[in-house]
């Protein structure tokens, strides 16, 4: 029972480009959403959040969108940098806890 | 400032031998969490503490896995005894307070564990 779902394990974008991950998730009482980047050997780094109250956030280059009545959000990373490949995970809280995706990984191509 | 840090970094042990990890917290957080990472199942919450306080542990798998929290700047995650299918990489995560759904978690970078 996958509460947060990120159904592309992997994706590959040109550089320079627009990267677009995606994610769904079932529960309606989830408050908070986040996204994790994660390289190889590495723990997962905090990228950047969004209420349930809110449709989008912006922090330069990444921008979270968030369409509750789908219970759907997004990443896009625009342009993409070579330094962009790593996993990313969508995760969703509702009091302290998280629950997180699969992962996407994102291969930008030079 | 120092980041979570866990040891070992990498711990390879015979079936049945007891496994503990450990992890410090950034000083200050009063939340720890201890995830298994697999290709199977993704990063899965085992337990995780609130002022050294267990306040869920139904993501442990078995009774051969247990977790302490005897002081704000301490952790440990035993397995005893171990198993093959025990084999992931285990990460440790701290977060401060604040709204309880608002502030991020912090990852260590994980112990890799084998066992054979």
């Known amino acids: 029972d996958q509460q947060v779902k990120q159904n592309s394990p992997s994706l590959s974008v040109q550089e320079g480009r627009i990267s677009i991950l995606n994610c769904d998730y079932t529960?309606?009482?989830?408050?908070?959403f986040l996204w994790y980047k994660k390289y190889p050997a590495e723990g997962p780094t905090f990228l950047i959040s969004i209420s349930s109250i809110k449709d989008k956030n912006e922090d330069g280059r990444f921008t979270v969108f968030l369409n509750k009545s789908a219970k759907h959000l997004s990443l896009h990373i625009v342009p993409s940098q070579p330094g962009d490949s790593a996993v990313y995970f969508c995760a969703a809280s509702h009091t302290d806890k998280i629950i997180f995706g699969k992962g996407t990984r994102l291969h930008i191509l030079p | 400032d120092a980041g979570v840090i866990q040891s070992p970094r990498h711990e390879v042990t015979e079936m049945g031998q007891e496994v503990t990890l450990r992890c410090k917290p950034i000083?200050?957080?009063?939340?720890l969490f201890w995830y298994r990472q697999t290709m199977m199942r993704g990063l899965e919450l085992l337990i995780y503490f609130n002022n050294n306080v267990p306040i869920d542990d139904s993501g442990m798998p078995e009774d051969r896995f247990s977790a302490k929290m005897p002081n704000a700047s301490f952790s440990t995650l035993k397995i005893q005894p171990s198993e093959p299918r025990d084999s992931a990489v285990y990460f440790c995560a701290s977060k401060g307070q604040g709204a309880i759904s608002n502030q991020p978690q912090h990852f260590g970078d994980g112990t890799r564990l084998s066992i054979l």
């Open positions: 000083s200050g957080h009063n939340s």
């Open positions: 529960n309606s009482m989830f408050d908070y």
